[in-house]
């Protein structure tokens, strides 16, 4: 048997082309951009990192060994 392996076309990925859709309109005006020099960033922008300070205060019940006794 050979080993030579044949081309055939990979079956599509990713998310369907629906033509008029949300999707679409974005990728276009991002292709838009990139025709017009304009850089796209990706992910999140800088200086806005989860700030996550947290106090924890602990608060004990009181038992009835602490409690002062009361005399009738």
């Known amino acids: 048997m050979s080993s030579k392996k044949t081309n055939t076309p990979a079956a599509k990925r990713g998310r ?19 025709a017009q020099g304009i850089e796209i960033k990706r992910g999140r922008p800088a200086g806005t990192k989860k700030v ?8 004990a019940k009181a038992t009835k060994a602490t409690t002062p006794a009361v005399e009738a």
Do not use: D, F
Not at 16 to 34: D, T, W
Not at 52 to 59: H, S, Y
């Open 16 to 34: 369907p082309v629906v033509e008029g859709s949300k999707r679409q309109a974005v990728l276009a005006m991002r292709e838009a951009k990139r």
């Open 52 to 59: 996550t300070n947290v106090t924890v205060e602990v608060k």
